[in-house]
DNA sequence: CTGTTAGCGCTTTCAC
DNA sequence: GTGAAAGCGCTAACAG
């Protein structure tokens, strides 16, 4: 039987409550009698039972995070600044995937209040009504991750996806592009894919080009990325660039290139969205948004522990922002 | 104030028993008083806190898991086919990673037991001896994942990286290639990229071929198979195929290759390992070993479910397999 | 079938 | 500074 609380009090002659104490780090303890405790802590092997600490406390030291998909590098990454970051608190992290379906994050938000986390990270900034009803009644604080809003549930860590499509666009123009195409995810919609979109729409708008079919909408997946080419090709009117809403379409549109003997950029330009390793490497290297994930989640960590505690926070809104990172795959047109 | 189970019971005028019963399906409830108390739950909007419960019943319905990297799709897909097994039967998971650091490893475990999971899901199967012995000693079920073994902690879900890596090498002495070196990422040594190295060397002694230096150390990035490819042909003997331990080291080389004007296959073939989605998109198509990751995950953890409920297991170790997909990047040397 | 009761192991007043 | 005792909300034995 693994030594309890009771025994480790008994062991030093002391009261369980002072055990408590010292375990806690209270001041109000001499510091011979800590010694005593932590000897005799030492010796049972003791480890405090923290379920137990957490009915008694009402404070689990869980923070539960729901994401869409564990499978894309983002979100993973996101996850793992996390948990690095709370690791070194002593804060255990609760995890769960939605699979980009708002109703399945509420019911997954349902099931893990049950289990009385000290704080929610939720990646994005769209939840159903009833989503935010549930976790604004529960008082639990909420960090949404992964893109910025005015109106989060509680706080929000992110970046804008938004002045990223633009920047792009207008980055793009000033290249000299001037027949742009957005090619959004469409399967998996989401806030994040939605502002850049209409990030490029707002930047088409201030630059008064494109008036056509300026959007094509495939599955998230190389293959997504490939089909956007031919379909740019079908268009039969001329396109210079592809603006892909994540780097996996842009890949995959660049390696259709290849097949397909289309140069890139010279007859036509390619940009992602994400940075993944191959966005570097792969030949020709692409033009794409880069974000600091890792960094995202620990920065995510930080205003948990801060709402944990109580902290004021300076703002509602923490920008992290992006960068674009300018490669091969936009070089001016050549030619015409 | 949240309800609780006494104000259920108060509300449907009967004991906290009962309502515990029915919350927990007990049989022994009559079909009218099941309601009653279904009612007074809807109405209160009653949600069970599971923290108490734990507390309890010495069940937390919370399983641990550790893998090395969550960054690493093949790590975050097995964790989505385990969540996803899991959350259908009312069970979280709890994540944390090691950094492929036995020592990180073992620290949250730990850290983890304190929180008492009812079951732990380990990544690979090799383990420091601390770890071992305090696992065995808590005498939680533990399920190790991604290879296999015949000194399991208690039993294991995975598949041969050691066959893998042989039966690899020799599809490829078949094919007609001789010179086969293999690229190992030394930098995040585990036993399963060890296995596959070994299985590797397996063969070539099965086969009598390449006695020479036959394996490089890169670390496990684009870049890291780039310079594999550079450290090869700086060797200034033939080699015709660069077997690598991992896709990503891989697709590396075939970019490295493509840099270089080196053809592939038809001056080095390449293999890889994991089926990246790629793998199949890249030009030339790689050759690589599949593993449904997903499925292992739903596997291991329809195990862990089986060791919660004592069930007994039909073995220690399940072979989930794996796949080899012959691609481009390895159709037979041609010219000499 | 159902109510009552005694914990689960810890934290947290409240006196001393 | 420290001990004693009363819960935290639930389950599980035990009567009935």
Redesign the interface.
Known sequence: MRAKIADVARHARVGAGTVSRVLNGAKNVSRHTRARVLASIDELEY??????R??AANR?G?IAAVVP?????QH??V??GI?EFL?EH?I??????SGYDLEVERE?I???????PDAFYITGVDHSEATRRILRDSGVPVVEGGNLTDTPIDCVVGYSNFEAGRQLTHLLHERGHRHIVHVNNGSEVNDRNRDRQRGYEAACAELKIAKKKRVITGTN???GG?QAVAEVLALGRPVDTLQCGTD?LA??AI?EC??RGIAVPGQLAITGFDDL??AS???PSLTTVKIDRIGLGRRAGRVLLQRLSNEVLPSKAIDVGFQIVERASTKPPTGR
């Open positions: 480890v405090p039972n923290l379920v137990a957490g009915l689990t869980i998909a564990l499978g894309y590098s993973a990454e996850i793992q948990t690791h002593g255990t992290l609760m995890i769960g995937h997954i349902s099931a893990f209040l049950a289990r009385r997946t190389l293959d490939a996996v890949v995959g390696l290849q097949r390793p191959i490497a792969i030949v």
